[in-house]
């Protein structure tokens, strides 16, 4: 139990600090299209050199070509939407955008799956809109993208409602196979689906202008940040509860902030400290009546 605590704190801390390092990457001889065009093939690297080394799963061709469907919006639009949109905004508005994912999903089953919406769920999504809203306004009113731009806010908006429709439509598979399994194919077809999109774009970045700095913080992205954060949060998952996990969603934004005002990257405003309570608040109530119908 205290492994999948620990994994599942790491994980998101992992994706907290993603987003301060990824924003500086972005910044500083990369662009968006180069981080997502790295993320995306260095994970189907790693998860395919890793199935090597565990217990194989036969996918009949069919979920292969579902799997295509999957890395479709659990990859291609999730993270091109959030990456070009983290370099756009602020990773203090990249980040609280990120915990409203659970809202999503909770819309996205109620309509697809026909799950009943509580009046706990429907004040809990009334308060994350909210914040959301707030959100979206101070970056229409900001002069700096330290602050946030309205643009790089709806993106990551995008990724979320993504990943969501990505967790409702493909569920059924997800459970078939492990995670090894799952995201070999999924990256695999993601790395296929953006490359002739991206690929002239990385083949022209200067790369000997790029600072080592650069190549360190988008390293960090595809390792920590992608490949050990999704097995770190396949370990809490097995052991904890969706309702356990989905707390630790809190952990992004937390690590998020406070690294990006130390590196001097992002500023924090009032308004962004009350969308922070809206769309935790908001998060929390879908949770535990979630959870009590779970029981």
Known sequence: MIVAHVSMFFACAF?????????DAMTHGIDGIDMVSFRVAGGACLFWLTSLFVKHQHVPLRDKLMFAGAGLFGLVFNQCCYTIGLSITS??????VTTSMPIFAMLLSALILKEPITGKKAIGVLMGCSGALILILTSVAAVSDKVGDIRGDLLCLGAQFSFALYLSLFNPLIKRYDVFTINKWMFLWASLMIAPFTGAHVAAIEWSSVPVRTWLEA??????????SYILTMIGQRTLRPTV??????????VSVSASVILGISMLQWS???AVVLVFAGVWLVNKSRAKGDK
């Open 91 to 96: 990773p203090v508005n990249a980040s609280i």
């Open 15 to 23: 994706w907290g600090l993603m987003a301060p390092l990824g924003k």
């Open 272 to 274: 962004q400290g009350l």
């Open 219 to 228: 390293g960090y992205v595809v390792l920590f940040g992608t490949y050990i």
């Open 245 to 254: 996990v989905s707390v630790y969603n809190y952990v992004q934004p937390i």
